[in-house]
């Protein structure tokens, strides 16, 4: 296994170009499903989700092809039935369900597996089906799904956390090909939704209200390939703004969408780091003062719960104390022990961490576990004083193309070496 070996204490400069967002490709990749013709996809990012998402469309029977950035993908003849140690390895694979059904009105997916974060029951996915008349029995840690007919219907997709991304994702691409009207309310909004009904509605679908609480998508008989980009990483984004700011360096991210980013500039802000828009580009840097801010992560467009380990670091470093409080995932803080290794002082109440920032950090040896925890490991790295090594680093290579090469480029001392 490979970890990153970083040296702290630069100061990161220069330009970074963002590259197409995961959470957007997923979906997208299993919207594929629901046509015959081939389907072109731009800006697609080199991640191992992304491959793993590639094998799963592979093992169904499609046709897949990586060219670069380039991906496309040919459904012609495909299975119901998904590689379960495929399927297992990757939660982001539930969203073949929904376009299955459309396609062969019958399904049969691994329940995907919890993870770090949190339990990820599949509960909301479930009920929105079945309001479209899908049949879902579970065996054998498998989720057994038939739909004779799929009939639109009316349905309330909230849960105790609000609502579900990937279960809207799900229902979309299962009321795209359904007789009738659907109506999803609580539905998610965040952009990677609106980016999957983009590219549904591209390929002929009749989907209204992307990007609100209430969608409404007319089934069609039938959809076409298409050739479509995907929208930028807005967490790729997020994760490079907060770099800059906790090395009090200045970094220009290029290609991004400022657009989805609101709730996370808006809290920059008011922490003190300066942000400036041209365009779709953003430059960020330090302000004179950091300034300790609380936070919640809420839905879209509240402040992202895939922002939130890294904001910590920043707050690590801010004299003061912040809170930070975790409302989508309950189990959300693996970072805090392994930012503790690095001498940051943060205590967990609850869904709430405690930072009591200002304390220097020092280099040590520290262990990556989800994707975001992972990145807050790398960017409190390029601060502690000393060598910090972040172990089992392909977590970050699900989630981040080429994290080190990206960073290297901004002056950061780091490279990537055999775990010993
Ligand atoms: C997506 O996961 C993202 N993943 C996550 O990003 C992101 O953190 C999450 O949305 C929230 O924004 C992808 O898009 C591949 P949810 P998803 O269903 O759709 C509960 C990353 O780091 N829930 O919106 O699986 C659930 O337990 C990843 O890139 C139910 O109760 O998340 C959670 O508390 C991590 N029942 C909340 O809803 C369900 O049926 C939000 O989960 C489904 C979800």
Redesign the pocket.
């Known amino acids: 296994m490979e970890s990153l070996s970083i040296r702290g204490g630069i100061p990161l400069h220069g330009e970074v170009t963002i590259s197409g967002a ?2 957007a490709v ?1 979906p997208i990749m299993a919207a594929t499903l629901l046509t015959s013709e081939p389907c072109v996809i731009r800006r697609v990012p080199d991640l191992s989700d992304v491959k793993f998402m590639g094998q799963i469309l592979a093992s169904l029977g499609a046709q897949v092809k990586f060219e670069g950035s380039i991906l496309t993908v040919r459904a012609e003849k495909i299975k119901g039935v998904g590689d379960y140690e495929l399927i297992r390895k990757m ?2 694979s539930i969203c073949i369900l929904g376009p299955l059904l459309a396609r062969l009105h019958k399904a049969k997916v691994s329940l995907p597996g919890g993870c770090v ?9 479930l009920k929105g089906l079945k309001a479209l008349g899908v049949k879902l029995s579970i065996s054998n840690g498998y989720v057994i799904a038939t739909a004779p007919r799929l009939v639109g219907g009316d349905l309330f997709l909230g ?9 809207t994702a799900n229902v979309l691409m299962a009321a795209v090909l359904a007789e009738g009207v659907t109506i999803i309310e609580s539905a ?1 909004c ?1 952009p ?1 939704v609106v980016d999957l009904a983009g590219f549904l509605n591209a390929m002929g679908a009749k989907i209204i209200g992307a990007g609100s609480p209430t969608i409404t998508i007319t089934g069609v008989r039938e959809l076409h390939g298409v050739d479509y980009e995907v929208i930028p990483d807005r ?1 790729e984004a997020a994760t490079f703004a907060i770099a800059a700011a906790a090395t009090d360096g200045e970094i220009t991210l290029l290609g991004s969408r400022p657009d989805h980013m609101h709730a996370v500039l808006d809290k920059l802000r008011e922490a003190g780091v300066k942000v400036e828009r041209h365009g779709p580009a953003l430059t960020v840097r330090r302000g004179s003062r950091l300034k300790p801010v609380d936070i919640t992560t809420l ?1 879209y467009a509240g402040f ?3 922002v939130q380990a890294q904001m910590m670091v920043l707050m690590a470093l801010t004299p003061g104390i912040s809170i930070i409080t975790e409302r ?3 189990a959300r803080f693996m970072h805090v022990s392994e930012l503790a290794r690095l001498g940051a002082d943060i205590a967990i109440e609850g869904p709430s961490a405690i930072v009591k920032g200002g304390k220097p950090l020092s280099g040590a040896p520290v262990m990556a576990s ?3 925890a992972s990145a807050a490991l790398v960017i409190a790295g390029l601060i502690a004083k000393g060598t910090t090594l972040v172990k089992r680093i392909y977590h970050l290579d699900r ?1 981040y193309e080429n994290i080190d090469a990206k960073l290297r480029q901004l002056g950061a001392r780091i490279e990537r070496v055999e775990e010993s």
């Open positions: 995961k959470n997923l939660r982001g974060i949190g339990s990820r029951p599949i509960d909301l996915h849960g105790r956390a609000g609502p579900t991304v990937l279960g998610a965040e990677e967490i839905p992202p719960t895939d989508i995932f309950e989800d994707l975001r989630g």
